[in-house]
């Protein structure tokens, strides 16, 4: 599935397939459907709903990683994905997997079915480069159109089936908590960091806030040897009439952005607060933003990535221009 995800339709299980038990312990969904309709991208989406997911399992394997009737055993919310590019991939036999899963107390199994139209998959495999898996001697579209036969009894059984031809990721794992009472196990993780520009910029940095133009207490004898996690030092940053601006003005950006970033599914955001040496001003902001952070409820990891470093720079000169 491509960046351009796109689909919005969805279908209910028809009124009369038997289901298990809403709150059996174990909870399993198989994703199944078109060849680049998106398995990948549902996979990604439900393991940040807190399933163990894996894709392309041998389906004779399959019995052996699904719990059995003893009820003392740990509850598991698995997701498997299977297409016909699966080892030894049958409509009947999946079709006895799932049903025999239906019959078990202990289990409540959905059978989802992702679909795409013609035009959109063609685009995609076009897009991609990629072969379809049964347009080895057929024209593309012929290969679409014979995998979608193919798997049609598949998609009459399936508990939930939804068309990806206009959907993005984020709205994929809406349908998936909607349709499926799916609850977020973790929400936005938010990674705070400090770091000194000297050693580059983090690269798995969402947003990046310089900080140099604060004052710097480097050029302060007293403060040189200390860090931004020291009360001298807070004390120093604070009283620059530039912080207290800037720091409503950093949250005031922050406060909208979370939930949005949350609504197009994204799970880990990465904000960078750099300086000179990631000594000092850096280490101070990130640590008054990891706290901000968390009285909004958020969940906030932090990290010093140049703070030990900088310890061994403290007798070098460093430029009045930073």
């Known amino acids: 599935m491509t960046d351009r995800l796109t689909a919005t339709d969805s279908d209910a299980a028809p009124d009369d397939r038997p289901s298990a038990d809403p709150l059996a312990p174990h909870r399993i969904l198989l994703i199944t459907g078109m060849s680049g309709a998106g398995k990948t991208t549902a996979l990604k989406a439900l393991e940040d709903l807190g399933f163990e997911c894996i894709d392309h399992l041998p389906l004779r394997l399959l ?7 003893d009820e003392t055993q740990p509850a598991q919310r698995l997701a498997l994905g299977i297409d016909v590019r699966t080892r030894d991939f049958g409509i009947e036999r999946c079709l006895d997997i799932v049903d025999g899963l239906r019959k078990n107390p202990n289990v409540l199994i959905n059978l989802i079915f992702l679909y795409c139209d013609d035009e959109e998959l063609r685009r995609r495999y076009t897009a991609t480069r990629h072969r379809h898996p ?30 990806t031809s206009a959907l993005n990721p984020g709205h994929l794992k809406q349908l998936f908590k909607s349709h499926l009472g799916l609850t977020e196990q973790a929400s936005l993780v938010v990674q705070v960091t400090s770091f000194s520009y000297r050693s580059g910029l983090p690269r798995d940095a969402d947003l990046v806030f310089d900080v140099r133009f604060l004052a710097n207490p480097y050029y302060q004898a007293e403060l040189r040897g200390l860090t931004g996690r020291d009360g001298a030092v807070q004390q120093f940053i604070r009283a620059d009439g530039a912080y207290a601006s800037f720091f409503e003005s950093l949250t005031r950006l922050l406060q909208p952005l979370l939930p949005r970033y949350v609504a197009e599914g994204k799970s880990y955001l990465t904000i960078a607060i750099g300086c000179t040496g990631g000594r000092h001003r850096s280490v101070f902001v990130t640590e008054e933003l990891a706290t901000w952070l968390r009285g909004q409820g958020q969940q906030v990891q932090m ?6 470093r900088s310890a061994g720079r403290l007798t070098a000169p460093e430029t009045k221009a930073s």
Not at 63 to 69: A, M, Q, S, V
Not at 155 to 163: E, F, G, M
């Open 63 to 69: 019995p052996r990683l699904l719990p059995g009737d």
């Open 134 to 163: 049964m347009s080895n001697e057929l024209p593309l579209i012929q290969g679409i159109a014979r995998e979608r036969q193919l798997l049609s009894p598949l998609r009459r059984c399936a508990d939930l089936t939804i068309d």
């Open 303 to 308: 990290h010093h990535r140049d703070l030990e």
